[in-house]
């Protein structure tokens, strides 16, 4: 088949499947009020009190006398009707939009449109990027070189996992290889296909430990410091439950994990650390305020080379109480006496429940007339910067024990995809410039979220039949948030600006790019969304000015660690939202 054949039956699948709708106009002489994206057909036109309103089956678009509101409808979180006459639309990134209508009969009638419109689609192909893809091929056959690059983020992104392993620098002679256990995800559903483990270590270990691991999330490193050799590791909790089972493959790979870095160290020509660094944290309890500003100080003791293994951290970002829960669904933590020269920390990260709970506050706050007297109080109180700074700290603790301890870390919460790669990802940002261009900040996304498995369809509610309510929470915007205040306190250390994350907020939801699809990589790979869909990298790509940083030097890389205050020690932290 040639070029030309097969993009003339792309066209036809264009037009079969994804037909363009009947407009219905409530007065013949309007029109659209706006450029309609490729794919793109108005559905509904129509006038509001003092606005013109029209639906598609990508946004709603109500334009005022002087204003206008452009709002992708999967960004659209719930609409209802207040004071007979207005539509008030709650959105997924904090904005709420009121439209006043004349006639109550008007109003009930947008409504139904607008909660037919917003539902979660009963099939993928339901969501506009599919349709947007297909008619983008359509113009792709004779404007190549507008749309070429449309729908594929790039080489250098696509193999980023083979690019990492080699700009990190592992020793994959000795310490490390990379297992290919999970490939075609035989192993674990939610688990990129390749893995770095300890050199030594079997797939047949790997197997046991998957057995005792939630959702067989094995601990996998994702990061190596590049002048001292520790790791981060990342994982699911442990099955111990009521009953307190131990798995032996499990506690050896931890151990591994350590030794690995002691043999990568000095295969590399590192030093480890002459201080000694096996302070012990709180095993039955969280970490407190003084507790975790002590430990961000220099050790005392004698100093000698360590030639032993590094005192692996094990980060549990729960509580100790809701770790403890955990056992009563099968789950638990690690027991300090079965894993020698590793030690507990419990952060106190809240659930993905009161973290919903805290945005629902926040964005109501914004909603209300300001007072000024109580603002700042009543911000306090949605224990939005709460939860900020409790993830901000967690980061920099394991920031601390690799970077300054020399220490590796394994991270966790409960099921690993959640609180987890917000700590894995926020430490990696502090610890590596490259992570603060944009390239390196999508190949951060990619791998800590996609490739690991957070659940953007269940969270955002944009999956299939994704009703559950319970299931959303705004995880990857909160830790966009934490970007967005590192942002504010280091302004030359980023090359992308804060309309670079106000965008990726807004793509996270609006289904125009496929990148966020489903709720992992092997789902995505069943419905074949990079074919089929576009990559919002094209648009947050890096020769698009409009979301480079201007006060960005590639000398501040020059400051590779960056070590920001958290809300308990700078009162003047930033509004904390974006």
């Known amino acids: 088949m040639d070029e030309e054949t097969r993009h003339s039956l792309e066209c036809i699948q264009a037009n079969q499947i994804f037909p363009r709708k009947q407009l219905i106009r409530e007065d013949e002489n309007l029109q659209v009020p706006f450029l309609e994206l490729h794919g793109e057909s ?46 008030h639309l709650t959105c997924k990134d904090c904005k709420v939009i009121r439209c006043q209508f004349s006639t109550f009969e008007q109003c009930q009638e ?34 190549k070189e507008q749309h070429g690059d449309l729908c ?21 002679n000795n310490a490390w290889r990379i297992s290919n256990i999970n490939e075609k995800y035989k192993l674990c559903g939610s688990y990129p296909q390749e893995l770095i483990v300890p050199a030594w270590i079997t797939d047949k270990e790997l197997e046991s430990v ?69 302070r012990d944290f709180p095993n039955e309890g969280d970490l407190s305020d003084v507790e975790f500003d002590s430990s961000l100080s220099n050790a005392s003791g004698a100093e000698s080379l360590a030639i032993q293994p590094q005192k692996l951290l094990i980060l549990d970002a729960r509580s100790y109480a809701a770790a403890v829960a955990n056992r009563a669904k099968g789950g638990g933590c690690e027991c300090p006496e079965y894993y020698p020269n590793c030690e507990v920390v419990f952060m106190g990260m809240a659930n993905i429940h009161s ?42 603790l394991v920031v601390h024990a690799v970077d300054q301890d020399q220490r590796p870390v394994l991270v966790h919460c409960s099921d690993g995809w959640d609180r987890t790669p917000q700590i894995v990802a926020l430490a990696k940002l502090l610890l590596d410039p490259y992570y603060r261009t944009i390239e390196g900040f999508q ?42 205040q590192l942002q504010r306190q280091f302004p030359c250390s980023f090359e992308f600006n804060e309309a670079f994350l106000v965008k990726l907020v807004q793509h996270t939801y609006s289904c125009l790019f496929g990148t966020f699809l489903c709720n992992n990589a092997k789902e995505r790979g069943e419905k074949h969304t990079q074919e089929r869909t576009c990559s919002v990298w094209s648009l947050l790509r890096a020769g698009n000015k409009a979301f480079k940083n201007l006060l960005y030097s590639s000398q501040s890389e020059a400051v590779c660690i960056l070590q920001p205050f958290h809300c308990d020690q700078q009162k003047e932290f930033g509004v904390g939202y974006i």
């Open 443 to 484: 190949v951060l996304v990619e791998m800590e979220w996609l490739d690991f498995g957070h659940k953007f369809a269940d969270r955002c509610g944009h999956g299939e039949n994704s009703d559950d309510l319970n299931e959303r929470c705004p995880v990857f915007l909160q830790w966009l948030d934490c970007v967005h």
């Open 355 to 396: 973290i919903r709970r805290s945005f629902q506050s926040l964005r109501l706050l914004c909603t209300l007339m300001p007072d000024p007297g109580n603002w700042l109080s009543a911000l306090e109180s949605t224990k939005w910067l709460h939860h900020l700074s409790v993830l901000l700290k967690s980061a920099l």
């Open 42 to 87: 108005t559905e509904f036109v129509g006038r509001a009190e003092d606005a013109i309103i029209a639906l598609s089956n990508y946004r709603l678009h109500i334009k005022f006398k002087e204003s206008l509101v452009n709002v992708p409808l999967q960004l659209i979180e719930s609409v209802e009707c207040r004071d007979i006459f207005q539509l």
């Open 110 to 143: 947008w409504l139904k449109r607008l909660n037919n419109a917003i539902r979660p689609p009963a099939k993928i192909e339901d969501l506009f990027s599919f349709a947007y893809h297909a008619w983008c091929m359509e113009v792709y056959a004779s404007e």
């Open 210 to 278: 998957a057995s005792f691991r939630s959702w067989k999330r094995i601990p996998a490193v994702v990061y190596r410091h590049q002048s001292n050799g520790a790791v981060i590791a990342r994982c699911g909790q442990p099955e111990v439950s009521w009953w307190g089972w131990r798995n032996a493959d499990d506690e050896h790979l931890v151990q591994s994990v350590a030794k690995a870095c002691a043999s990568d160290s000095r295969s590399s020509g590192s030093k480890l650390s002459t201080r000694n660094t096996s």
């Open 152 to 172: 594929r983020p790039g080489e250098r992104v696509t193999s980023r996992f083979k690019n990492e392993v080699e700009r990190m620098g592992f020793d994959m």
